[in-house]
C-alpha cells in the first residue's frame, strides 16, 4: 500500500524536500484511489482461503494399508480367509475417523477420580469420558486380549492377536494398557486348578470378548478387565524389596486359591477399574503373587479394603488412569505357590513386554502414515513434499525403521505362541527383552521426525501427533525401563544357554543371507560372551544385538532389497545420525512406495455396536482427492494431473525446470514433476537413485 502512496515520489526525492511534502500530497494520492473505484486496502479475503493443506489421515485401512505387517502375518501368523477377513476388519476401525474423534474425546477428557460419594461413602471409582468405554469395548470384542488364547488349536493365531494389538495401539494407546494386562493375566491364572478358584473365574471371563465397565461383582459379569499392581514407593523395579505383607485368612491354610488379607501399598497400579488386579506380596515363605478383586467374590460385597489415594498426572497416556493404592487388609486370594511370586509373573511379563514392543511399533507405523499423508499432499516450491529427494530419503529411512520394528514384533510374537516349540519359546526368553530395549527406545526419536515432517501443523495439538510424541517414551519406561531390561538380558544368557544357543541360530539367517556380514554376527556374539567382564558394555551389545534381529526377521519376510537395504543402513555403518542423513546404498524409492500405500477404508459408517462385529472383505475402491480436485483411485492416488501454473512462477529460479509433457514450472531440486514425468539432467537424484539401484543388483 506504501508503495501506491509513494509511486509519484522521485527516487531521488531528499530528505528535506520529503518532509516539506504536506498532507494533502498524501490525502490527495488516496482520495484519487478512491474516486477511481479501487479502495487503498483489499477486502476481498477469497485469496486466503485455506490452500495447500492436507486433508487428515482417516478412514483408511490400517492393515490393508501396511505393506511389513501383512509379510509378517504371512510367514510367522495365520494368511487364511478367516483371519486376513478379521484383520481387515479391525484395520477398518483402527483407521476409521470414528475411533480417531474417540481418541481425541478419550485423551481430552481425562479420568476423574472419586474417592467418596456425596454422602461420605467410600466408593473409589474412576469415572471415565465416554469414547474411552466405546474404545474399550471394540478392543475387546475384536480380540485383542484374546484372540490368540481362543484360537490356540490353529498356530498363528497368537501373532494375529499381536497384530490387533500393533493397529488399535497406533489408532489409540491408553486402551491398550488394561486389555494388554487381561490378555498377560491368563498365563498365570491358568496356574489355578478349578478345585482353586473362587467363586468367581477370572480366568474365564477375561476370555470372553464382552466389556462391562459396570462398578458390581464381577460374578455378575460375561467378560473382566484384569489389572496389575506391582512396584511400591521404595523398590520400583526391584520388587523383592516390597513390604507389602499378605495373612492366610484361615491361618492353617495357604494353598492356591486360598483367601488372604493384605497390608500395604503399590506407587503404580494402572487401569483401577479393573475387576480384578494381580500383585505382590511378602509371606512366611517369600514374596508372593495374589488376585485381589474390587469386589469380594466370597460375600459380594466391595472389597473394603482396596483403598486408591489419587491418580497420576502422566506426560502422556492419559485416556488411561493410573493411581497409587493402599491395602488396609484387603482380601486377596493366592495365585500360584506361595513363595513362587516371581515366577509367576515372570509368566505374565513376558506377554507385557511383547506387548510394549509391538504397541511401540504399532504406534511407529501410525505415525509414519501420518506423516505420509501428509508429505503425499503438500506442495513447497513447485512439488509434492514426497517427490523432494531430502523428503524421500527421511521418508524412505523412516519406513525402514519402521519395517524392522514391525518385523521383530510379530517374530518374538511367534515365540510366545502356546503351541510353539521349545527352541521358539528360548529364543523368545532371550529375543523379547533385547526387542522391548531397542524398538521402545528407537520410538521416541522416530515419532519425533515425523511429527517434523508436518511441520507446524504436527506441532499443534489439535490432531494425533502430540499425543503420539508423549506417548512414545512409555514403553521404554514402563515393563522394565533399559537397565533393568540389560540386566534382565545378562540373566537369561547366564541361566539359560538354550535360549543363547536359540539366538545364535537365528542370527544364523544373517551369514547366510550375506557371508559379508558373518563378522558382525561374531562380534555380537564373542561381546556376550565377554559382558560378565564388562557389564557397562550391555546396553551397546543389547541394542547390536537388536538391529541383527530385526536383519533376520526382514530377510524371513521382505523382499530381498529391503531386507539388503537395512543391513547396509543399520550394520554396515550405524551412525546414529538423523533420519535421512545416510542413505547412500538404500533402495529409497522401494522403500516409499511400500509407504506410501495407503489404501482408503470402503467403510466410513459410525462403527457402533451393531457394524463394528461385522468382518468385511471388501476391497477399498473409495475415490481420493487429490489436490487437482480430479477424483482418483487409491492406486493412483500419488500421481495427480497437469495444473494451471500458479505463484511459482514468482519465485521462479534460474535453475528451476520447465515438465516438457504438462508445463508445469517444478523447484530446482524437483526430481520428478506431479504429472510423473522424471525430470533427467546430469546427476539429477533419480538417477542416482537408479544407480544405486542397478548396483545392488
Known sequence: MFARFLAPLSATTSTSSFLSLSFSTVKNVAMGAMHSGKAPYSTDLSKFAASNQSEPLENFNAFESDVILQESLRVFGRNDNEAVEHLIHVGDIAGSKYVADLAQDANTFVPEFNSHDRYGNRVDEVKYHPAYHELMSIGIENGVPSYGWNNMDRAGSGVVRSALSYMMYGAESGTQCPQTMTFACVQPLSNLTNEQRSTCDFLSKSLTPVYDPSNQPATNKDGVVIGMSMTEKQGGSDVRANVTTATPIDGSVSEPGSPHTLVGHKWFTSAPMCDAFLTLAQTESGLSCFVVPRWNPQT?????????????????????????????NAYGELLGAEGRGIPVIIEMVQFTRLDCMVGSAGLMRRALFEAVNHVRQREAFGSKLIDTPLMEAVIADLSLESEAATALAMRMAATLEPNASEEEKALGRIGVPIGKYHICKRAPKFVYETMECLGGNGYVDDGAMGRMFRQSPLNSIWEGSGNVICLDVL??????????????????????????????????????ESLRYHIAHTRNVVGRAAVLLQAAALIRVAPENIASSFLHARVSKPSGLEYGSDVEGVDMHSLVDRTNSIVRSAKTANWGASTRRQYSTAAATTPMRCSCRHSSTASTASTCCAEELDAIMSMKQKTDWRCPRCSRLNFTFSSACKCGHVHRQEHTHAECRNHHHHHHH
Open 300 to 328: 459380594g460385597e466391595r472389597n473394603e479394603g482396596l483403598r486408591f489415594q489419587r491418580l497420576k498426572s502422566k506426560v502422556g497416556d492419559r485416556s488411561n488412569a493410573s493411581s497409587e493404592v493402599e491395602y488396609h
Open 491 to 528: 540373566r537369561c544368557l547366564s541361566k539359560e544357554p538354550a535360549a543363547l544357543e536359540a539366538f545364535t541360530r537365528e542370527l544364523s539367517i544373517v551369514s547366510a543371507f550375506d557371508p559379508s556380514y558373518d563378522m558382525f554376527v561374531k562380534k555380537v556374539l564373542s561381546d556376550i
